[in-house]
């Protein structure tokens, strides 16, 4: 090799190693459109203080409003009460997806599996979603089925549930499920990882996922209910916790939700893995110049 080609090796690599090493092991904040901690004991939206969006869609209970003690940060949610009276809905413009991509991740604890509970409540689903009657009601729906994470989405006309997936309950399990719609893809993919999981795939915690069916829209409005159906009646889910509930208006990669459950398992949320699409630094520009004065050598 010519020290000409090993020169021009050396600075495109430099080049190369400053941009796409910025983002590794990182979680792009772009597309995060709402995010809540619950640290202060309230529903107030945090994704513009980590680089979301700056909308601030706050939520609402009906009935009490109930927190519990720090899982990630300084506290949690507990929604749910198994009669249906004590739910939370946070509505944003930013959530009616429609035939977008999304995704929607939170921690969940649920002390126990809902067997011999009414069918499989909801833990979260968007506004309007009539689970109860029928999961091909138009929305998207995340629910518990004894002690299976059992998902769905709907455009009212085609439904898609992809193969449930096993966790396990317990009054200190948190877990972390996501639900993803990839529209570029054409699949709808769940994640649930418990305290029993490291790597996706440990403990049968492989993602299921399926074509995603639906062609119309897959929510109804800017709602999402957390602890009950879309609509605010049918089955209820028991009292259980949720912590760190992100929302994206795009399908986030199964690297990214690996890094989220592993900073989780870390005592860590969200925002410690976020990042912004990265800026070509200085020495990498440096670098893509170099190249060119060293072509242009080359051609004298």
Known sequence: MSSLHKKLG?????????????VSGAVLSSGLVGYYTFDASDTSDSSSLVGGSSS????A??????????FLGAGHAIVGDGAGSNFLTVTGSEYNFGTGSFSVLLWLNLPSNTSGSPNDPSFASSGGKDWSLNGGTQGWNMAIQGDDYDGNISDGVT????????I???????????????????????????????TIGDDASAPTTSPIG???????????????DGDGAGYSLQASGIDDVS???????????????????AGNDLSTVLTA???????????ISGLMILMKRRRQ
């Open 247 to 265: 929302l994206w208006n795009r399908a986030l990669t199964t690297a990214e939700i690996q890094e989220i459950y592993t900073a989780g398992r």
């Open 10 to 22: 050396a600075v495109l690599a430099s080049g190369v190693m400053m941009v796409s090493g910025s």
């Open 168 to 198: 396990d309950p317990g009054v200190n399990n948190w877990a972390l499920m996501a639900l993803v719609v990839d529209q570029n893809a054409d699949q709808v993919s769940m994640y649930a990882l418990d305290f029993n999981v490291t």
């Open 61 to 70: 209970w009906s009935g009490s409003a109930n927190y519990g003690g720090g």
């Open 214 to 228: 639906p062609t119309g829209n897959l929510t109804i409005n800017g709602d999402i209910v957390f602890g009950q």
């Open 56 to 59: 601030n869609n706050l939520g």
């Open 159 to 166: 439904r898609t549930d992809p193969a449930r997936i096993d």
């Open 277 to 287: 699409i990265p800026e070509p630094s200085s020495l990498s520009l440096f670098g």
